[in-house]
Protein backbone atom coordinates (compact mmCIF):
# COMPACT_ATOMS: atom_id res chain seq x y z
CA UNK A 1 0.00 0.00 0.00
CA UNK A 2 3.13 2.33 1.29
CA UNK A 3 4.71 1.45 -2.35
CA UNK A 4 1.53 2.05 -4.20
CA UNK A 5 1.30 5.66 -2.86
CA UNK A 6 4.58 6.46 -3.33
CA UNK A 7 4.46 4.87 -7.08
CA UNK A 8 1.61 7.00 -7.39
CA UNK A 9 2.97 10.17 -5.77
CA UNK A 10 6.12 9.85 -8.26
CA UNK A 11 3.83 9.39 -11.02
CA UNK A 12 1.89 12.37 -10.20
CA UNK A 13 5.10 14.44 -9.85
CA UNK A 14 6.12 13.49 -13.30
CA UNK A 15 2.87 14.01 -14.68
CA UNK A 16 3.13 17.47 -13.23
CA UNK A 17 -0.30 16.87 -11.30
CA UNK A 18 1.30 19.42 -8.63
CA UNK A 19 1.44 22.20 -11.09
CA UNK A 20 -1.79 24.56 -11.50
CA UNK A 21 -3.08 22.93 -15.37
CA UNK A 22 -2.56 19.01 -13.91
CA UNK A 23 -1.34 16.62 -16.26
CA UNK A 24 -3.40 17.78 -19.60
CA UNK A 25 -3.41 21.49 -19.10
CA UNK A 26 -7.39 21.19 -18.77
CA UNK A 27 -9.25 21.98 -15.78
CA UNK A 28 -9.17 20.03 -12.80
CA UNK A 29 -12.73 19.10 -12.08
CA UNK A 30 -14.63 21.36 -9.65
CA UNK A 31 -15.59 20.52 -6.48
CA UNK A 32 -18.55 19.06 -6.83
CA UNK A 33 -17.27 16.05 -8.91
CA UNK A 34 -20.87 14.95 -9.58
CA UNK A 35 -19.58 14.10 -12.97
CA UNK A 36 -16.53 11.78 -11.59
CA UNK A 37 -16.86 7.78 -10.54
CA UNK A 38 -18.34 6.99 -6.58
CA UNK A 39 -15.14 5.77 -5.59
CA UNK A 40 -14.27 9.91 -5.37
CA UNK A 41 -15.84 10.49 -1.82
CA UNK A 42 -13.61 7.54 -0.15
CA UNK A 43 -10.39 7.21 -2.35
CA UNK A 44 -9.95 11.09 -2.33
CA UNK A 45 -9.83 11.48 1.62
CA UNK A 46 -8.46 8.44 3.96
CA UNK A 47 -9.22 11.26 7.09
CA UNK A 48 -12.79 10.73 7.18
CA UNK A 49 -13.09 6.98 8.35
CA UNK A 50 -12.32 6.76 11.90
CA UNK A 51 -11.64 9.37 14.96
CA UNK A 52 -12.57 12.96 14.10
CA UNK A 53 -10.07 14.04 16.55
CA UNK A 54 -7.26 12.30 15.05
CA UNK A 55 -4.44 13.43 13.44
CA UNK A 56 -4.31 13.37 9.60
CA UNK A 57 -2.11 10.30 8.19
CA UNK A 58 1.08 11.30 7.89
CA UNK A 59 2.40 10.36 4.81
CA UNK A 60 -0.63 11.50 3.01
CA UNK A 61 0.05 14.05 0.25
CA UNK A 62 -1.88 16.79 -1.93
CA UNK A 63 -1.56 14.13 -4.36
CA UNK A 64 -4.25 12.10 -2.58
CA UNK A 65 -6.31 14.65 -2.60
CA UNK A 66 -6.66 13.75 -6.87
CA UNK A 67 -10.07 12.23 -7.56
CA UNK A 68 -10.83 9.79 -10.41
CA UNK A 69 -12.72 11.57 -13.31
CA UNK A 70 -13.13 9.74 -16.80
CA UNK A 71 -14.96 12.17 -18.20
CA UNK A 72 -11.97 14.70 -17.73
CA UNK A 73 -9.44 11.89 -18.92
CA UNK A 74 -11.88 10.95 -22.21
CA UNK A 75 -11.50 14.68 -22.78
CA UNK A 76 -7.80 14.85 -21.98
CA UNK A 77 -7.17 11.68 -24.37
CA UNK A 78 -9.41 12.91 -27.44
CA UNK A 79 -6.61 15.95 -27.91
CA UNK A 80 -4.13 13.71 -27.44
CA UNK A 81 -4.91 11.12 -29.60
CA UNK A 82 -7.26 12.25 -32.53
CA UNK A 83 -6.50 15.67 -31.54
CA UNK A 84 -9.96 16.82 -31.12
CA UNK A 85 -12.46 16.82 -28.58
CA UNK A 86 -14.54 14.15 -27.60
CA UNK A 87 -17.83 14.60 -28.85
CA UNK A 88 -20.68 15.43 -26.76
CA UNK A 89 -22.13 11.73 -27.62
CA UNK A 90 -18.83 9.79 -26.48
CA UNK A 91 -18.69 12.49 -22.86
CA UNK A 92 -22.10 11.23 -22.12
CA UNK A 93 -21.54 7.19 -22.90
CA UNK A 94 -18.49 7.64 -20.49
CA UNK A 95 -20.98 10.25 -17.94
CA UNK A 96 -24.37 7.92 -17.94
CA UNK A 97 -22.44 4.62 -17.51
CA UNK A 98 -23.08 2.53 -14.44
CA UNK A 99 -20.06 1.18 -14.87
CA UNK A 100 -18.01 4.34 -15.84
CA UNK A 101 -14.39 3.19 -15.88
CA UNK A 102 -15.70 0.54 -18.51
CA UNK A 103 -17.33 3.05 -20.95
CA UNK A 104 -13.93 5.05 -20.41
CA UNK A 105 -12.33 2.21 -21.89
CA UNK A 106 -14.34 1.39 -24.84
CA UNK A 107 -13.92 4.95 -25.76
CA UNK A 108 -10.49 4.49 -25.55
CA UNK A 109 -10.13 1.72 -27.92
CA UNK A 110 -12.18 3.67 -30.53
CA UNK A 111 -10.10 6.43 -30.35
CA UNK A 112 -6.84 4.29 -30.71
CA UNK A 113 -8.71 2.38 -33.76
CA UNK A 114 -9.84 5.91 -35.31
CA UNK A 115 -7.46 6.61 -38.29
CA UNK A 116 -6.87 10.27 -36.60
CA UNK A 117 -4.71 8.18 -34.35
CA UNK A 118 -2.52 7.10 -36.95
CA UNK A 119 -2.16 10.12 -38.50
CA UNK A 120 -1.36 11.57 -34.96
CA UNK A 121 1.18 9.15 -34.86
CA UNK A 122 2.93 9.48 -37.70
CA UNK A 123 4.08 13.40 -37.19
CA UNK A 124 4.55 12.07 -33.66
CA UNK A 125 7.65 9.41 -35.00
CA UNK A 126 8.36 12.25 -37.20
CA UNK A 127 9.49 14.82 -34.40
CA UNK A 128 10.68 11.70 -32.43
CA UNK A 129 13.06 10.91 -35.47
CA UNK A 130 13.74 14.56 -36.37
CA UNK A 131 12.63 13.03 -39.46
CA UNK A 132 9.98 13.54 -42.31
CA UNK A 133 9.35 15.07 -45.87
CA UNK A 134 8.72 13.33 -49.47
CA UNK A 135 10.96 11.91 -51.79
CA UNK A 136 11.97 15.23 -54.43
CA UNK A 137 15.24 15.36 -56.35
CA UNK A 138 16.50 12.05 -56.53
CA UNK A 139 16.64 12.03 -52.96
CA UNK A 140 14.79 9.28 -50.57
CA UNK A 141 11.36 10.07 -48.68
CA UNK A 142 12.22 10.89 -44.88
CA UNK A 143 8.71 9.77 -44.14
CA UNK A 144 9.28 5.83 -44.49
CA UNK A 145 11.06 6.02 -41.38
CA UNK A 146 8.33 7.34 -39.35
CA UNK A 147 5.73 5.28 -41.33
CA UNK A 148 7.16 2.23 -40.53
CA UNK A 149 7.44 3.07 -37.29
CA UNK A 150 4.09 4.01 -36.91
CA UNK A 151 2.54 0.74 -38.87
CA UNK A 152 4.80 -1.42 -36.31
CA UNK A 153 2.51 0.39 -33.09
CA UNK A 154 -0.68 0.87 -35.50
CA UNK A 155 -0.48 -3.19 -36.39
CA UNK A 156 0.70 -3.77 -32.67
CA UNK A 157 4.02 -5.91 -34.18
CA UNK A 158 6.83 -6.14 -31.38
CA UNK A 159 8.83 -2.83 -31.07
CA UNK A 160 11.45 -4.42 -31.80
CA UNK A 161 10.73 -4.50 -35.34
CA UNK A 162 12.27 -1.24 -35.92
CA UNK A 163 15.62 -2.82 -35.57
CA UNK A 164 15.16 -6.11 -36.44
CA UNK A 165 13.06 -6.09 -39.94
CA UNK A 166 14.25 -7.15 -43.02
CA UNK A 167 11.37 -6.51 -45.13
CA UNK A 168 8.99 -3.99 -46.14
CA UNK A 169 10.95 -1.37 -43.85
CA UNK A 170 10.17 1.36 -46.04
CA UNK A 171 6.28 1.53 -46.47
CA UNK A 172 4.04 4.14 -47.67
CA UNK A 173 0.69 5.23 -45.71
CA UNK A 174 -2.04 6.39 -47.66
CA UNK A 175 -4.66 8.75 -45.63
CA UNK A 176 -7.35 8.43 -48.49
CA UNK A 177 -8.04 5.04 -47.70
CA UNK A 178 -5.95 4.62 -44.23
CA UNK A 179 -3.83 2.10 -45.46
CA UNK A 180 -0.22 1.46 -45.20
CA UNK A 181 1.18 0.19 -48.27
CA UNK A 182 3.95 -2.60 -48.13
CA UNK A 183 7.46 -1.39 -49.50
CA UNK A 184 11.14 -2.47 -49.16
CA UNK A 185 13.72 0.33 -49.02
CA UNK A 186 15.35 0.70 -52.48
CA UNK A 187 18.81 1.84 -51.00
CA UNK A 188 20.93 -1.39 -52.21
CA UNK A 189 21.23 -2.80 -48.25
CA UNK A 190 22.20 -6.54 -48.45
CA UNK A 191 20.02 -7.29 -45.62
CA UNK A 192 17.89 -4.47 -43.94
CA UNK A 193 17.45 -3.60 -40.23
CA UNK A 194 14.51 -1.70 -39.43
CA UNK A 195 15.27 2.24 -39.47
CA UNK A 196 18.89 1.67 -39.36
CA UNK A 197 18.93 1.17 -42.68
CA UNK A 198 16.41 3.50 -43.70
CA UNK A 199 17.77 5.46 -46.16
CA UNK A 200 15.84 8.65 -45.60
CA UNK A 201 17.50 8.36 -42.05
CA UNK A 202 20.43 7.55 -43.29
CA UNK A 203 20.92 10.81 -46.05
CA UNK A 204 19.14 13.51 -43.36
CA UNK A 205 21.96 12.02 -40.82
CA UNK A 206 25.01 11.73 -43.09
CA UNK A 207 28.06 13.53 -41.49
CA UNK A 208 31.76 13.19 -40.72
CA UNK A 209 32.81 9.77 -39.76
CA UNK A 210 29.46 8.58 -39.08
CA UNK A 211 29.10 9.79 -36.00
CA UNK A 212 25.91 12.08 -36.22
CA UNK A 213 24.19 8.77 -37.11
CA UNK A 214 25.27 7.06 -34.34
CA UNK A 215 23.80 10.13 -32.33
CA UNK A 216 20.72 9.72 -33.65
CA UNK A 217 20.57 6.31 -32.56
CA UNK A 218 21.46 6.88 -29.53
CA UNK A 219 19.33 9.68 -28.72
CA UNK A 220 15.66 8.49 -30.18
CA UNK A 221 15.98 4.40 -29.16
CA UNK A 222 17.79 5.18 -25.90
CA UNK A 223 16.74 8.41 -24.85
CA UNK A 224 20.22 9.78 -23.89
CA UNK A 225 23.14 11.77 -25.15
CA UNK A 226 26.93 10.46 -25.12
CA UNK A 227 28.47 9.65 -23.29
CA UNK A 228 26.49 6.24 -23.94
CA UNK A 229 27.97 3.58 -21.05
CA UNK A 230 30.23 3.82 -17.81
CA UNK A 231 32.84 1.51 -16.37
CA UNK A 232 31.72 0.84 -12.70
CA UNK A 233 34.98 3.04 -11.40
CA UNK A 234 36.85 5.83 -13.41
CA UNK A 235 40.10 5.66 -14.40
CA UNK A 236 42.96 8.35 -13.96
CA UNK A 237 44.39 8.87 -17.72
CA UNK A 238 47.09 11.93 -17.86
CA UNK A 239 45.42 13.37 -15.23
CA UNK A 240 41.64 13.46 -15.70
CA UNK A 241 39.16 10.89 -15.41
CA UNK A 242 38.23 8.25 -18.46
CA UNK A 243 34.62 7.11 -17.77
CA UNK A 244 34.49 3.98 -20.78
CA UNK A 245 33.97 0.43 -19.76
CA UNK A 246 36.58 -0.01 -23.18
CA UNK A 247 40.51 0.46 -22.72
CA UNK A 248 41.42 3.86 -23.25
CA UNK A 249 43.87 2.79 -25.93
CA UNK A 250 41.62 1.36 -28.03
CA UNK A 251 40.23 4.08 -30.18
CA UNK A 252 42.00 5.73 -33.17
CA UNK A 253 44.80 8.44 -32.53
CA UNK A 254 45.61 9.55 -36.12
CA UNK A 255 44.43 11.94 -38.07
CA UNK A 256 42.33 12.72 -35.49
CA UNK A 257 43.35 11.71 -31.80
CA UNK A 258 40.63 9.82 -29.87
CA UNK A 259 43.23 9.45 -26.90
CA UNK A 260 43.38 13.19 -26.43
CA UNK A 261 42.88 14.38 -22.84
CA UNK A 262 44.22 18.39 -23.29
CA UNK A 263 40.61 19.59 -23.31
CA UNK A 264 38.02 16.82 -22.70
CA UNK A 265 38.54 13.52 -22.60
CA UNK A 266 37.26 12.48 -26.34
CA UNK A 267 37.23 8.34 -25.15
CA UNK A 268 34.45 8.52 -22.60
CA UNK A 269 32.00 9.26 -25.88
CA UNK A 270 34.17 7.86 -28.86
CA UNK A 271 34.72 4.72 -27.26
CA UNK A 272 31.14 3.73 -27.72
CA UNK A 273 30.56 6.36 -30.88
CA UNK A 274 33.87 4.72 -32.84
CA UNK A 275 32.59 1.30 -32.19
CA UNK A 276 29.51 1.34 -33.84
CA UNK A 277 30.09 4.37 -36.47
CA UNK A 278 32.25 1.89 -39.05
CA UNK A 279 28.25 -0.05 -39.09
CA UNK A 280 26.91 3.02 -40.79
CA UNK A 281 29.85 4.31 -42.85
CA UNK A 282 29.00 2.70 -46.14
CA UNK A 283 25.58 4.77 -46.59
CA UNK A 284 26.28 7.81 -49.09
CA UNK A 285 24.78 11.39 -47.79
CA UNK A 286 21.91 10.39 -50.17
CA UNK A 287 21.15 7.40 -47.78
CA UNK A 288 22.67 4.62 -50.47
CA UNK A 289 24.51 1.47 -49.56
CA UNK A 290 27.77 1.73 -51.50
CA UNK A 291 30.65 -0.99 -51.23
CA UNK A 292 32.87 1.26 -49.78
CA UNK A 293 33.50 4.11 -46.76
CA UNK A 294 31.49 7.15 -47.76
CA UNK A 295 31.87 9.13 -44.83
CA UNK A 296 34.85 11.43 -44.31
CA UNK A 297 37.22 12.03 -41.79
CA UNK A 298 37.62 16.32 -41.27
CA UNK A 299 41.32 16.48 -41.46
CA UNK A 300 42.91 19.98 -42.96
CA UNK A 301 43.38 20.84 -45.29
CA UNK A 302 41.71 18.19 -46.93
CA UNK A 303 39.04 15.62 -45.50
CA UNK A 304 40.18 11.89 -46.04
CA UNK A 305 38.01 9.23 -46.57
CA UNK A 306 37.50 7.78 -43.40
CA UNK A 307 38.73 3.89 -42.68
CA UNK A 308 38.45 1.50 -39.97
CA UNK A 309 41.32 3.00 -38.21
CA UNK A 310 40.40 6.19 -38.17
CA UNK A 311 38.04 4.95 -35.00
CA UNK A 312 39.67 1.85 -33.71
CA UNK A 313 42.95 0.82 -33.11
CA UNK A 314 44.09 -2.07 -34.90
CA UNK A 315 42.43 -5.30 -33.84
CA UNK A 316 39.45 -3.79 -32.05
CA UNK A 317 36.17 -4.76 -33.32
CA UNK A 318 32.72 -3.27 -33.72
CA UNK A 319 30.45 -3.39 -30.84
CA UNK A 320 27.19 -2.14 -29.51
CA UNK A 321 27.93 -1.97 -25.96
CA UNK A 322 31.01 -3.61 -24.11
CA UNK A 323 31.06 -7.33 -24.36
CA UNK A 324 28.47 -6.66 -27.23
CA UNK A 325 30.09 -7.27 -30.39
CA UNK A 326 28.12 -6.60 -34.09
CA UNK A 327 29.82 -7.17 -37.05
CA UNK A 328 26.72 -5.46 -39.36
CA UNK A 329 23.53 -3.16 -38.88
CA UNK A 330 21.48 -6.57 -38.40
CA UNK A 331 23.10 -7.49 -35.60
CA UNK A 332 22.85 -4.26 -34.13
CA UNK A 333 19.51 -4.64 -34.62
CA UNK A 334 19.17 -7.85 -32.37
CA UNK A 335 21.33 -5.80 -29.85
CA UNK A 336 19.51 -3.08 -29.56
CA UNK A 337 15.99 -5.29 -29.80
CA UNK A 338 17.67 -7.05 -26.70
CA UNK A 339 18.58 -4.03 -24.82
CA UNK A 340 16.97 -3.20 -21.81
CA UNK A 341 17.63 0.73 -22.04
CA UNK A 342 16.16 0.66 -25.05
CA UNK A 343 12.93 -1.30 -23.84
CA UNK A 344 12.50 1.92 -21.14
CA UNK A 345 13.20 4.59 -23.64
CA UNK A 346 10.32 3.17 -26.05
CA UNK A 347 7.99 3.42 -22.51
CA UNK A 348 9.34 6.20 -21.67
CA UNK A 349 8.47 7.94 -24.66
CA UNK A 350 5.07 6.84 -25.08
CA UNK A 351 4.89 7.96 -21.64
CA UNK A 352 5.74 11.66 -22.50
CA UNK A 353 3.56 11.42 -25.07
CA UNK A 354 0.41 10.69 -23.21
CA UNK A 355 1.58 13.47 -20.40
CA UNK A 356 2.32 15.48 -23.01
CA UNK A 357 5.64 16.25 -21.57
CA UNK A 358 8.37 17.55 -23.96
CA UNK A 359 10.98 15.59 -25.51
CA UNK A 360 13.26 12.86 -23.69
CA UNK A 361 16.37 13.86 -24.46
CA UNK A 362 16.42 17.89 -25.95
CA UNK A 363 14.12 19.14 -22.65
CA UNK A 364 15.46 16.62 -20.46
CA UNK A 365 11.96 15.18 -19.74
CA UNK A 366 12.80 12.47 -17.73
CA UNK A 367 10.51 9.79 -16.29
CA UNK A 368 11.48 8.49 -12.94
CA UNK A 369 12.41 4.71 -13.60
CA UNK A 370 9.65 4.10 -10.67
CA UNK A 371 7.12 6.23 -12.23
CA UNK A 372 8.07 3.66 -15.60
CA UNK A 373 8.64 0.38 -13.91
CA UNK A 374 4.84 -0.93 -14.14
CA UNK A 375 4.34 0.00 -17.85
CA UNK A 376 8.02 -1.25 -18.43
CA UNK A 377 6.98 -4.68 -16.74
CA UNK A 378 3.51 -4.49 -19.15
CA UNK A 379 5.33 -3.49 -22.41
CA UNK A 380 7.83 -6.78 -21.61
CA UNK A 381 4.74 -9.03 -21.20
CA UNK A 382 2.68 -7.65 -23.93
CA UNK A 383 5.30 -8.71 -26.54
CA UNK A 384 6.53 -5.09 -26.92
CA UNK A 385 2.91 -3.95 -28.35
CA UNK A 386 3.65 -0.08 -27.71
CA UNK A 387 -0.19 0.42 -28.35
CA UNK A 388 -0.95 -1.51 -25.73
CA UNK A 389 1.21 0.30 -23.53
CA UNK A 390 -0.02 3.29 -24.30
CA UNK A 391 -3.74 2.16 -23.77
CA UNK A 392 -2.18 1.04 -20.26
CA UNK A 393 -0.94 4.41 -19.67
CA UNK A 394 -4.04 6.22 -20.84
CA UNK A 395 -6.32 3.62 -18.33
CA UNK A 396 -3.70 4.26 -15.44
CA UNK A 397 -4.25 6.02 -11.72
CA UNK A 398 -1.28 8.47 -13.86
CA UNK A 399 -3.62 9.63 -16.25
CA UNK A 400 -7.07 8.96 -14.93
CA UNK A 401 -6.83 11.01 -11.74
CA UNK A 402 -7.15 15.11 -11.47
C1 LIG B 1 30.28 14.10 -24.64
C2 LIG B 1 30.58 13.18 -25.68
C3 LIG B 1 31.71 13.53 -26.64
C4 LIG B 1 32.98 13.93 -26.34
C5 LIG B 1 33.59 14.11 -24.96
C6 LIG B 1 33.64 14.15 -27.60
N1 LIG B 1 32.79 13.87 -28.63
FE1 LIG B 1 33.24 13.98 -30.61
N2 LIG B 1 31.30 13.69 -31.04
C7 LIG B 1 30.33 13.31 -30.16
C8 LIG B 1 29.07 13.21 -30.84
C9 LIG B 1 27.74 12.78 -30.22
C10 LIG B 1 29.32 13.55 -32.19
C11 LIG B 1 28.30 13.64 -33.32
C12 LIG B 1 27.75 15.06 -33.28
C13 LIG B 1 26.78 15.35 -34.41
O1 LIG B 1 27.18 15.24 -35.56
O2 LIG B 1 25.64 15.70 -34.12
C14 LIG B 1 30.74 13.85 -32.27
C15 LIG B 1 31.37 14.25 -33.43
C16 LIG B 1 32.75 14.32 -33.56
C17 LIG B 1 33.44 14.54 -34.79
C18 LIG B 1 32.82 14.79 -36.15
C19 LIG B 1 32.47 16.27 -36.16
C20 LIG B 1 32.05 16.75 -37.50
O3 LIG B 1 32.83 17.45 -38.13
O4 LIG B 1 30.93 16.39 -37.93
C21 LIG B 1 34.76 14.53 -34.51
C22 LIG B 1 35.91 14.72 -35.50
C23 LIG B 1 34.89 14.32 -33.10
N3 LIG B 1 33.65 14.20 -32.55
C24 LIG B 1 36.08 14.27 -32.41
C25 LIG B 1 36.18 14.43 -31.03
C26 LIG B 1 37.42 14.70 -30.32
C27 LIG B 1 38.78 14.78 -30.98
C28 LIG B 1 37.09 14.82 -29.02
C29 LIG B 1 37.99 15.17 -27.87
C30 LIG B 1 38.73 16.39 -28.00
C31 LIG B 1 35.65 14.61 -28.89
N4 LIG B 1 35.13 14.39 -30.15
C32 LIG B 1 34.94 14.60 -27.71
C33 LIG B 1 30.49 13.09 -28.82
C34 LIG B 1 31.62 13.49 -28.09
Redesign the pocket.
Known sequence: MKRTRMLTLLAALAAGACSSSGPSGLEPPSGDNSTGDPDNTTSGNPTTSGDPEAPPIPDKTVLDDRVTSYTEALRTASLKLVRNLPTLQQIKNVETATDQRAAYEAEIDTLLADQRFTSRMIKWWRDTMRQGGGAQDNKPSRDTAPVFATRVMIEEKPYTDLFTASTNTCPTYDGGTNTFNDGNCDNGVPTHAGVLTNPGVMMQ?Y???A??R??WV?EVFVCT???AEYAAEPRQVNGADYTGPWPFESVGTAP???Q?T?????????VT?NRVAPLFANFNMNGQWMNDSQVE??TVPDPQKTVISHWLRNGESTAWRFGEPVADLPALGQAMAADTDVHDCAVARMYNFAMSKEDIVSDLATVPPAVLKPYVEEFLANGMNLKKTLRTILLSEDFTKF
Open positions: FGNMFRVRQKFPINFDSSVVCANCHLTP
